[in-house]
């Protein structure tokens, strides 16, 4: 199994910036895909940004030209950097690997951040 550990969330006011960090226990060998999701109360989980192991990256609209995904593969770790940050910004983030293996796919979790976008 591959343990994920996240650091980096805090309180913010609006317009500050945060980076998020998610340790990889080892090194992953074939292909898979990194993601950072978050959930505010009383909402449904929502994937944020990922980044694939030949660093192809996608954003959710509502953070694009604000948050960078980017992933250090001899560390290993995969970060969030997080500008300009909103009130709506505020929920749990996770990170998330999916790692695909010859006839299926393995999925592991971080165990959540806090990020508080407040004035």
């Known amino acids: 199994q591959v343990q994920l550990v996240e650091s980096g969330g805090g309180l913010v006011q609006p317009g500050g910036s945060l980076t998020l960090s998610c340790a990889a226990s080892?090194?992953?060998?074939?292909?898979?895909?990194l993601g950072w999701y978050r959930q505010a109360p009383g909402k449904q989980r929502e994937l944020v940004a990922t980044i694939t192991s030949t660093t192809n990256t996608n954003y959710e609209d509502s953070v694009k030209g604000r948050f960078t995904i980017s992933k250090d593969n001899a560390k290993p770790t995969v970060y969030l950097q997080m500008n300009s940050l909103k009130p709506e910004d505020t929920a749990v983030y996770y990170c998330?690997?999916?790692?695909?293996?010859?006839?299926?796919?393995?999925?592991?979790w971080g165990q959540g951040t806090q990020v508080t976008v407040s004035s």
């Open positions: 080892e090194s992953i060998v074939s292909s898979y895909v």
């Open positions: 998330n690997v999916k790692i695909r293996q010859i006839w299926n796919m393995v999925e592991y």
